[in-house]
């Protein structure tokens, strides 16, 4: 986790930003649930037990600031909050999503299936893509087992 904040210290340092205690805190609890595609408001409800002087409008402007410099991209899956998730130093792109729209759940795709899009989009408009994002929706293997169980 130290050499991705690090990466990260670095990023905001090139772009003229400092890593506050209070960033510092932002980016740790996104490291430690990467999984999770936290909201602002899971963000700063897991970070004020630690960080009691924290507030929500800091917690935001962080998110903010740190999706305008692509450290975390902002993501709605349809629940009505937007969501943060880390960027991975080792991908081009964002990575994709499958989202179960009876449960909520959601699974990471970490290949770019996209990439031959991209190279058709260039050849074909002379379009430079510099980034895109995939997301499916519809119904998980476990709800769809559920459903199957039900229907016997």
């Not at 507030?55 to 600031?65: D, F, H, I, S």
């Not at 770019?112 to 074909?124: C, F, G, I, S």
């Amino acid at each position: 986790m130290n050499e991705q904040l690090e990466t990260i210290n670095r990023k905001l340092k090139t772009k003229g930003f400092k890593l506050t205690s209070q960033r510092e805190a932002t980016v740790r609890v996104l490291l430690e649930n990467e999984k999770d595609h936290l909201s602002a408001e899971d963000v700063f409800l897991l970070i004020k037990p630690k960080y009691p002087e924290i507030g929500l409008a800091t917690v935001y402007r962080t998110l903010e600031l740190l999706s305008e410099l692509h450290i975390v991209e902002k993501v709605n899956f349809g629940d009505g909050a937007a969501r943060f998730d880390l960027r991975s130093n080792d991908q081009a792109h964002h990575h994709h999503h499958l989202i179960c729209t009876k449960c909520g759940t959601v699974e990471e795709i970490k290949e770019d299936w996209l990439l031959p899009l991209e190279n058709r989009v260039q050849a074909e408009f002379g379009f430079t893509v510099t980034d895109h994002r995939l997301d499916f929706q519809g119904i998980c293997k476990a709800c769809k087992a559920k459903s199957n169980d039900k229907a016997v």
